[in-house]
């Protein structure tokens, strides 16, 4: 398994220390013991051994997925056949210029694999270099966004507010650049997500050479990698969320129908209110005292609490929904500090004003515009005819108008809103009263309740602490950060902005610009996905190995109970009860080979049973090997469970289903075995209380080892299988079923009819599995080298995760299944076969 080193330490100081701990691996007390074992990796000095090599400085580490290594780290196995391990990655990226005076770019950058965060700013610089100076910041963070599924055509219409997201989830960079150092492989998009029906999937969450951070997307929600290019000094910062409102003027409609149903209630309640108390003096005076609500013993019907009636009014308040334009922009913000005249004299920042909204407000729209193209939108008066000259030496002469016509706007400015909480950078697309939102669209300082438009930022402003504006994800990176929502009105905009919002990406970053780089990776993504998940796979493989040969290679006691245990109190005793070892399926010699000073192999020698040692007479030998305090020797490879065991040929392919295509890892919970020597894997059970069987547990392991062209050829199945889930027409499935690369067989004597050069090659194929030994079982079975039971050759099965003797695994019938296409001569080719494969002389 390729590694690298770690924490200072070579492969000789890591062998030494290796041999003075547990080299041959390690035997628990008890079954408890060796799963606190495997999950603490306990024992960092006295019994130090492979599973130890996986620590990390994380003490509540375990899957070696956190914390950074203390002595190695695995790094991706590739097989033969596999694709190299890349060199760089190309990582996709959206340049925003915060200032708006340029379109944003959407680009790919080619990162070197053991890169830093400090590289990919470099790339973008560099890619970017005539729009981003050297006096300007590059904020790197990633956007999780989703935007509504429906199209804004229906002004009524209100859009779900649930559905739709908008936030920075990340920040990768600092205002001090110290963060440039970290590892590229950090940054989310590093790894790309896998497309839906693309055939790949990431097996593993892992930190080796190649993939990054993984952490899928959920459905129909984008990550994107945003770089927000800034003025370098700008600390202070607005995270503003582009959004929309059908029509500002309906706004004012529903605000004065709102208020006529509120004036109306606020009528009705003082007359409910009025009749109550009324209800209340006649009652008191008739009886003594007030009743109780909910009274009804002497007719008393008012029961409504003024909690209630509050209750109904809020529910008049008409909602108002917003649509989103994108993600969020990142601008400069200009906050002013005041100091509290409380107690503490505390020094707080003002959100808001008139000049930071006519700020941040232009900046926004700066943005957006630029993201809307003018190919399609028409010019609102055609360009005056150039004029002539007739006086002084340019008589004659054509000069161009000086005044040419203002490029067409697309956007009105919006209104801003502040968000509902100052420790939060995230905006709600749902408004519940639309007379606040009326009074912002006027704004106005003070409701017609007297009371302040708390909404509005620019009329008023907020005062909050420096705290309060260093939280999550901008916690520690040295900005000051609030949240601001922007609302654009949809009918003051142009056709061309209205059509890219009807889109998927919507202005932002459906309006970027693509670059060079992002259409060349866009056309190479068949190719990066195939590395990426082969990358994926082989780092996976590595963890996996280490895994399931740890785990097959610690052993523990197992506590033997009288049988009369349930029954007989004295037999629960201590004195009565026994102890056995429970042997493991492998034994292991670890070993590390240095390839430099920093990188090397671990080598791990696997020693199994001999399948055809028999027990001494001497029961004396047999207990000090077996059953004595110094056994240590492994149980059988074989399955010994009946139900795994194949009998006929009806029952192997129905057992092919209950194995998808998933490694065996053993959860430390999981594991367990019976007497009988077959482990029980949770999750990986062949049906309803039967046995999981041996090669399951160590199944990625014997199929390493087993490597070679068989399996490389069953690889090539299972991947044309995956590929032919996107086929789309009969004919493009039929093109992913060809067998390339095979050799022709030659033209059979008898047949009058010449055959074809794709028909002598399946006459190959056809000739070649009905002489194959054992028949279809050798498709499906490989040879176990120098492993023998009873004299019979052991078999293992990739698909069916078995391990057993040959003679427990029936000869299939000879042969296979022609499938092609109509007209390409089944027939002839069948004939062909007859004739190039005929029965012995002596048969009938």
């Not at 690298?4 to 003075?20: H, V």
């Not at 469970?641 to 009998?647: C, G, L």
């Not at 482990?679 to 999981?692: E, H, L, P, Q, W």
Request: proline share 6%; charged share 25%; aromatic share 8%.
């Amino acid at each position: 398994v390729p590694i690298a080193l770690r924490g200072g330490f070579t492969a000789t100081s890591l062998n030494a220390k290796i041999q003075s701990g547990a080299p041959f691996g390690v035997r628990c007390s008890s079954y408890d013991t060796a799963v606190k074992y495997i999950k603490e990796k306990m024992n960092d000095n006295s019994r130090f051994g492979l599973l130890n090599l996986l620590n990390t400085d994380d003490p509540n580490s375990y899957s070696g997925n956190s914390g950074n290594p203390k002595y190695l780290e695995v790094l991706p196995m590739i097989r033969p056949g596999d694709p190299a391990v890349r060199t760089h990655v190309l990582m996709r990226v959206l340049v925003v210029d915060s200032l708006g005076k340029n379109r944003p770019k959407d680009i790919a950058v080619e990162v070197p694999v053991n890169g830093t965060i400090g590289d990919i700013v470099g790339l973008i610089r560099e890619t970017c270099r005539e729009t981003v100076s050297s006096e300007s910041r590059v904020l790197l963070a990633n956007v999780v966004y989703r935007a509504h599924d429906n199209d804004p055509v229906d002004p009524d219409s209100a859009p779900a507010p649930h559905r739709m997201e908008s936030k920075i989830s990340r920040v990768y960079t600092t205002f001090d650049d110290s963060s440039l150092s970290k590892p590229a492989r950090e940054v989310k998009g590093f790894a790309r997500d896998f497309p839906e029906k693309c055939g790949f999937k990431f097996e593993h969450h892992n930190r080796g050479l190649g993939i990054g951070k993984v952490d899928p997307c959920r459905a129909n929600v984008r990550d994107v990698l945003v770089a927000y290019i800034l003025p370098k000094d700008a600390k202070q910062l607005a995270v503003v969320n582009p959004t929309y409102m059908f029509d500002f003027a309906r706004i004012g409609v529903k605000a004065k129908a709102q208020a006529k149903d509120i004036a109306d209630y606020d009528v009705k309640a003082a007359a409910k209110k009025a009749a109550k108390e009324s209800d209340d003096a006649a009652f008191l005076l008739k009886h003594g005292h007030i009743p109780p609500a909910h009274d009804y013993r002497y007719g008393y019907h008012h029961n409504n609490s003024e909690h209630e009636d509050q209750y109904a009014r809020s529910g008049l308040k008409k909602a108002q929904y917003f649509g989103t334009l994108g993600i969020p922009i990142v601008v400069p913000a200009r906050l002013t500090e005041r100091v509290d005249e409380g107690l503490f004299g505390q020094t707080e920042l003002t959100l808001g004003g008139e000049t930071q909204d006519a700020d941040i407000a232009q900046r926004v729209k700066c943005v957006l515009e630029s993201c809307v193209s003018d190919a399609g939108a028409t010019p609102t008066s055609a360009a005056p005819a150039p004029r002539v000259s007739l006086f002084g030496k340019d008589k004659g002469k054509r000069q161009a108008v000086a005044n040419e016509p203002a490029p067409k706007r697309h956007l009105p400015l919006p209104l801003l809103l502040h968000t509902e909480s100052p420790n939060s950078h995230h905006t709600s697309f749902h408004f519940g009263d639309a007379q606040a939102l009326d009074d912002v669209r006027l704004r106005k300082a003070v409701s017609a309740n007297g009371e302040p438009v708390k909404q509005s930022f620019a009329k008023t402003p907020k005062h909050v602490s420096k705290s309060q504006l260093n939280i999550s994800p901008w916690d520690k990176k040295g900005f000051l950060v609030h949240g601001v929502t922007a609302v654009f009105d949809y009918a003051q905009m142009t056709a061309t902005a209205k059509a890219l919002i009807k889109k998927d990406l919507k202005l932002l970053p459906g309006g970027a610009e693509k670059h060079a780089t992002a259409i060349a990776d866009e056309k190479a993504s068949a190719d990066l996905y195939k590395c990426q998940a082969s990358e994926d796979g082989a780092a996976a493989r590595s963890n996996r190995l280490i895994e399931e040969i740890m785990r097959a290679s610690v052993t523990f006691h197992v506590e033997v109970k009288p049988h009369d245990h349930a029954r007989n109190p004295a037999s629960r005793h201590p004195s009565r009860l026994r102890w056995k070892p429970f042997h493991p399926l492998v034994r292991t010699v670890v070993t590390i080979n240095p390839v430099s000073q920093t990188q090397g192999t671990l080598e791990i020698s696997l020693f199994v049973k001999n399948e055809d040692f028999k027990k001494p007479n001497d029961e004396n030998t047999r207990m000090r090997l077996f059953n004595g305090p110094l056994s240590w020797t492994c149980r059988s490879l074989l399955d010994a469970s009946a139900t795994a065991r194949i009998t006929d040929g009806t029952t192997a392919f129905s057992s092919l289903g209950a194995h998808k295509n998933v490694w065996s890892y053993w959860h430390g919970s999981d594991l367990q075995a019976d007497f009988n020597g077959a482990y029980t894997v949770s999750g990986y059970n062949r049906g309803s209380g039967a046995k999981s069987g041996n090669g399951d547990a160590l199944h990625e392991t014997l199929t390493t080892l087993f490597w070679g062209h068989k399996l490389l050829e069953f690889r090539g199945y299972s991947e044309r299988a995956r590929e032919d889930g996107g086929a789309r027409s009969i004919p493009e499935f039929m093109k992913r079923l060809e067998m390339h690369g095979r050799s022709a067989a030659t033209q059979p004597v008898g047949l009058a009819v010449e055959m074809r050069e794709y028909q002598l090659q399946s006459l190959a194929r056809m000739l070649e599995l009905e002489a194959a030994p054992g028949g279809m079982r050798n498709l499906m079975w490989i040879e176990v080298p120098s492993v023998t039971a009873k004299g019979a050759p052991v078999l293992f099965s990739p698909f069916f995760r078995l391990v057993l003797p040959q003679t427990l695994v029936p000869a299939l019938p000879k042969g296979g299944f022609l499938c092609e296409e109509m007209g390409l001569g089944k027939t002839i080719e069948v004939l062909g076969l007859v004739l190039s494969n005929p029965p012995p002389r002596n048969w009938l």
